[in-house]
């Protein structure tokens, strides 16, 4: 046991639910199939989609340490706590909703903007690729970093219920769990970064995606509404 209402269990389960997201793999596809497009070799467009993941690691890893500082340093723990456990419940419900009428109503997405606004800054870089090749590794880290501030909405359900229960216990019991949780979250990208090196097209990938994203959304959501309640049950 990590601490009164954790465990390395719920730790685990919450980033493979998070990181089975359709939002993260339908940017990802997206952003292999350009990489494949601005990328010379193979090779390269590996080393692109690690230095991608990289940077989503670090990215979400930096998130969470700079939250979980706030919250334990302004003693708003237990507050914290309850407001998560709300938002996992809510957004659990929403995600079992998309599973019978997916994006109908109201339904967590990226912030509005945010596909047209990464359409347009991979455009922006495919057209400049050629006149400055080494810019293409830099501009590959920095859309990492914008993509997990767009997909945020979407994704930061289990995360930030996995904060609220880290913020129950100490920041120093909360340093390998985040570091645990950022690697099982991007463990999936990997693959498919991989998968598509050894010659899957994003074509096939993205049809996969849309084959099973209700069945993906069914299982976050109701691991989401498991953890909620479960948050709810040990304040009570």
Not at 54 to 65: H, I, K, S, W
């Amino acid at each position: 046991m990590f601490g009164e209402n954790l465990t390395l269990g719920v730790v685990i389960f919450a980033a493979l639910a998070d990181s089975i997201n359709p939002c993260v793999f339908g940017v990802l596809i997206f952003l292999i199939a350009f990489m494949n497009k601005v990328f010379k070799t193979r090779k390269m467009m590996l080393l692109g989609g690690l230095l991608y993941s990289l940077v989503v690691y670090g990215t979400y890893l930096a998130l969470g340490f700079g939250i979980l500082r706030v919250t334990l340093s302004i003693g708003f723990a237990s507050s914290f706590y309850i407001v998560v456990a709300t938002i996992a419940i809510i957004a659990g419900l929403l995600e079992i909703k998309d599973y019978f009428w997916y994006g109908k109503g109201f339904t967590l997405q990226m912030l509005p903007g945010g596909g047209e606004r990464l359409e347009y800054y991979t455009k922006k870089i495919e057209s400049m690729q050629s006149r400055h090749p080494a810019l293409l590794m830099f501009t590959t880290a920095l859309l990492g970093v914008f993509v997990v501030l767009v997909e945020l909405p979407c994704t930061g359900a289990p995360y930030f219920a996995i904060l609220g229960l880290l913020a129950k216990g100490s920041y120093a019991t909360a340093v390998p769990l985040l570091l645990l949780y950022n690697f099982i979250f991007i463990l999936p990208l990997l693959i498919i970064i991989f998968v598509s090196y050894f010659g899957a097209s994003s074509d096939k990938l993205e049809a996969w995606r849309l084959k099973h994203r209700g069945a993906m959304r069914l299982f976050i959501g109701i691991f989401l509404i498991v953890l909620g309640a479960y948050m709810v049950y040990s304040i009570l």
